[in-house]
């Protein structure tokens, strides 16, 4: 990989006077770019924001007595993004360690918290490395942990009643394909790790002897495909991809003693039975795709004892690039293979009943499928669906939950059944678009069986607990349920009181009456405490800091409003601290994201809470207040599809109008001055951006960041659109702003990862359109950020956006310099 050693950064022609002006304007973009070459550090206020430290994550141990807390690390250096890394089938891997590269979950420091009584361990000697993939061990008595330094990856065990940290054994893992490179037994007697065989050896060589013509053909098949990144592109890439993919599965005893488990292979999937005796496996058989990535690969499911000996081969999976184009259509034959996880050894599997296609009209589109240890006889047929199978959650022999969906109508049904009883007949649960967050009944608590394994609580056979964030015209206001299964009734057990945000985490007890919770309010950040609802009391067991004190004293407030079709929306406003109404308009920074509904009132929900903790990440639009700018954060941007319509047949003209609905709404208030809004986005907020400067004149300027711009670039579908270029082609035309490059007429500032893996939006898509601008007389700025994807890590990179950020919107926001 081509070293970096400045930020890639391209300056446009701010703003076009004629030809002498252009000429003079030009010559001073130049001198910008030459004064803000290199990575650039915002002001103060601003970049404390990248270094906040955040609350930890907490894993409540499975028997409700520990509470584990993980450091979280939020950003990377430059230097760990330089370091070499292969793109094969749709992975980035670390070549040095066996590893992925760029894995999101990192954490850096570990401790316990005792929920009785006041006990807390802070382990230390880990060492420098990073943690990942933490699992409690179903007895309670281990915390388990990927440990990854530069060279390899291994795995750790703190012993929580004996307080000793110990690495378990000295085999590095794989984690290229498996993601995840090891699992207890349910039994907590041991673990099985996908050990890396090839770590150490050398590498596969490409040289001129070996190299030969890449061949690809049609079969006259359609292989619709969305335009995936970083695929294999030779056979070169192929060896490579064996070799690093390449696992041996080992079974590991608590002493540290290993031993293999049948042969090496592409391990894909593996997962243990929860009478800890059989394996399901899935591996990866060539011939291999250029055309898709890993996941739709032809692959091998079956089962094995734990000797490695295969007691039954399930199914040899095709590669599916022939997938039928739709967001609910699948692989033709058996798929979605699990554990029954409240049997010993059972498996469940489904079938398509529909050649894969949603389109088709069938009476049922899924057969559900079982098979039981030895794994001998015929399957058993469990269950038919009538849309897409989705899952199952398991409980035990009389109560389960049966999930179905289909994405024409974005709907989603579940069914409570007794799966031992073929003559019960199904309950049902819910039956609503899964973007109804008000008819959400919340989901089911977990506990641990007495395999070792989680599964919904249920209890008598009868009741269910429910959690779920109380969507309402109020905002989120999170409760406990519990259900009746007998009856089909619920009955409310607690829900979350003004002025607090609090959900609940994990029940401490059978009756619902004692559990844990995250609590938090507009002022006061986000801890963990235990409720009891018979002695009335709450007990706080953290005591995090605030993050942000220099922002303390902001006001947030969640505004309601409609949309001049009638649709109602809503957003958070967010004042600076200080700010008095008598101080008059102030500069206003919208931060949205388009989304799609079939519904006109599901599109009008309220999704958040007022009584949240004012989060000021450095992603999005916060740290801004400190300039004296008001944030419009999460301006509903619905785009609805009616009578017949698919959303994005009107999406210009629904999008310009929620846009001037916020900008209407904050003047009304007298927050706002019409002339001095910027809007901003990320990904497809960025595409929509884009969309409004080139559309409406209600912006001053925009930012744009990661976007696609583009349509005809995605022609096999996009965010939620499923109809391809050639079947919708004025759709794909009308949506993409680089075919209305001319009628934009604000500054644009477009920042973009130059090793963004994102389908759809992969680096060019913001060259292309720089390119359109410049060449147009546009005001433009594009930053390429090296080594970043599509969400940006290094810690230089973020200061750097949030300089460019600032940079902007002093120079077009806040200041009154024409744009034009």
């Not at 030459?34 to 270094?51: I, K, R, T």
């Not at 094969?88 to 420091?109: E, M």
């Not at 031993?259 to 496996?281: C, E, Q, R, T, Y």
């Not at 210009?652 to 904050?666: E, G, M, N, P, W």
Request: aromatic share 12%.
């Amino acid at each position: 990989m081509k070293k970096h050693l400045i930020a890639s950064v391209l300056i446009g022609a701010f703003g076009l006077l004629g030809a002498a002006g252009a000429h003079a304007q030009q010559s001073a973009a130049t001198t910008d770019a030459a004064s803000s070459s290199g990575y650039q550090v915002p002001s103060a206020e601003l970049a404390q924001v990248v270094d906040a430290k955040l609350a930890p994550r907490s894993m409540l141990s499975p028997d409700g007595k520990w509470l584990a807390l993980l450091e979280r690390r939020r950003v990377e250096s430059l230097q760990e993004l330089a370091k070499p890394e292969l793109k094969l089938a749709g992975i980035k891997l670390n070549p040095d360690n066996f590893s992925r590269s760029r894995v999101r979950n990192k954490y850096t420091a570990l401790s316990f918290k005792a929920l009785e009584g006041d006990v807390t361990i802070d382990v230390a000697n880990l060492g420098e490395g990073i943690l990942r993939s933490p699992q409690w061990s179903s007895d309670s008595k281990y915390l388990s942990f990927v440990f990854e330094t530069p060279k390899e990856a291994t795995l750790w065990l703190y012993d929580i009643t004996t307080r000793e940290l110990k690495q378990l054994t000295p085999y590095a893992l794989n984690s290229v394909v498996t993601s995840t490179p090891y699992e207890w037994m349910p039994d907590a007697s041991g673990v099985i790790i996908n050990h890396a065989v090839n770590i150490g050896k050398e590498q596969p060589k490409d040289n001129a002897d070996t190299v030969v013509p890449v061949i690809q053909q049609t079969t006259g098949e359609k292989a619709p495909a969305r335009t995936y990144q970083n695929l294999l592109t030779s056979p070169y890439d192929e060896a490579l991809f064996s070799f690093y993919g390449q696992g041996q599965l080992m079974r590991v005893s608590l002493d540290g003693q290993a031993k293999a488990i049948g042969k090496a292979k592409l391990f894909s999937n593996f997962s243990i039975s929860p009478d800890s005796n059989n394996i399901l496996v899935s591996s990866l058989d060539e011939p291999f795709s250029y055309q898709v990535p890993y996941f739709r690969f032809a692959s091998t499911w079956s089962v094995w004892g734990m000797s490695g000996y295969e007691l039954k081969e399930l199914v040899k999976q095709p590669l599916a690039d022939n997938i039928p184009q739709g967001f609910d259509s699948v692989r033709t034959g058996p798929r979605d293979f699990e554990w029954r996880a409240d049997k010993g050894a059972t498996l469940v599997w489904a079938e398509a009943q529909d050649g894969g296609d949603m389109k088709k009209d069938v009476p049922h589109h899924d057969f559900i499928y079982t098979l039981s240890s030895p794994f001998k006889r015929k399957p058993s047929l469990l269950a038919k669906t009538e849309r897409r199978y989705s899952g199952f959650t398991w409980g035990n022999d009389n109560v389960a939950m049966l999930s179905e969906w289909r994405f024409s109508d974005r709907n989603v049904r579940t069914w409570i059944i007794a799966p031992n009883n073929a003559d019960a007949n199904p309950v049902l649960f819910s039956d609503r678009s899964y973007n109804d967050a008000y008819k959400d009944p919340g989901n089911p608590i977990y506990t641990y069986n007495d395999l070792g394994v989680g599964v919904m609580q249920v209890i008598g056979d009868r009741y269910i607990f429910l959690r779920g964030n109380g969507a309402s015209e109020q905002g989120y206001i999170p409760f406990l349920d519990r259900f009746d299964v007998k009856t089909n009734t619920t009955e409310r057990l607690w829900r979350s009181e003004s002025p607090f945000y609090e959900r609940v985490i994990a029940l401490l007890d059978d009756e619902g009456r004692r559990f844990i919770t995250i609590r938090e309010s507009k002022t006061e950040q986000p801890n963990i405490f235990v409720r009891d609802l018979d002695e009335d009391t709450l007990v706080q067991l953290t005591q995090f800091p605030h993050p942000y004190p220099a922002f303390k004293g902001i006001q947030k407030e969640q505004i309601r409003y409609k949309r001049d079709d009638g649709v109602e929306l809503s957003g958070t406003l967010y004042l600076p601290a200080g700010y008095d109404a008598s101080q008059g308009p102030i500069p206003v920074l919208m931060w949205a994201y388009p989304l799609e509904y079939k519904d006109k009132s599901v599109a009008s929900q309220v999704r958040e809470s007022p009584y949240e903790f004012t989060y000021i990440g450095y992603w999005g639009p916060m740290p801004y207040l400190a300039k004296g700018i008001a944030v419009f954060d999460d301006p509903k941007m619905p785009i609805v599809g009616v009578e017949g319509q698919e959303p994005n047949d009107t999406f210009r003209k629904q999008l310009v109008a929620s846009a001037q609905a916020a900008v209407d709404v904050l003047v009304e208030k007298g927050v706002a001055d019409k002339d001095k809004i910027a809007i901003a986005g990320h990904s497809y907020g960025a595409f929509m951006v884009a969309n409004l400067l080139a559309h409406s004149d209600l912006f001053k300027t925009g930012i744009a960041r990661s976007g696609a711009y583009n349509r005809t670039l995605t022609p096999f579908g996009f965010q939620g659109e499923e109809r391809n270029f050639w079947e919708g082609q004025a759709v794909y035309a009308n949506m993409s702003p680089f075919f209305h490059a001319e009628k934009i007429n604000e500054p644009m500032l477009m920042i973009h990862g130059k090793e963004d893996p994102n389908s759809g939006t992969f680096p060019m898509q913001s060259e292309r359109m720089f390119a359109a601008m410049k060449g147009l007389g546009k005001d433009a700025r594009l930053v390429m950020l090296p080594y970043e994807a599509h969400g940006y890590q290094a810690r230089k990179s973020l200061l750097h956006v949030l300089w460019e950020q600032e940079q902007w919107l002093d120079k077009y926001l806040l200041s009154d310099e024409a744009s034009e």
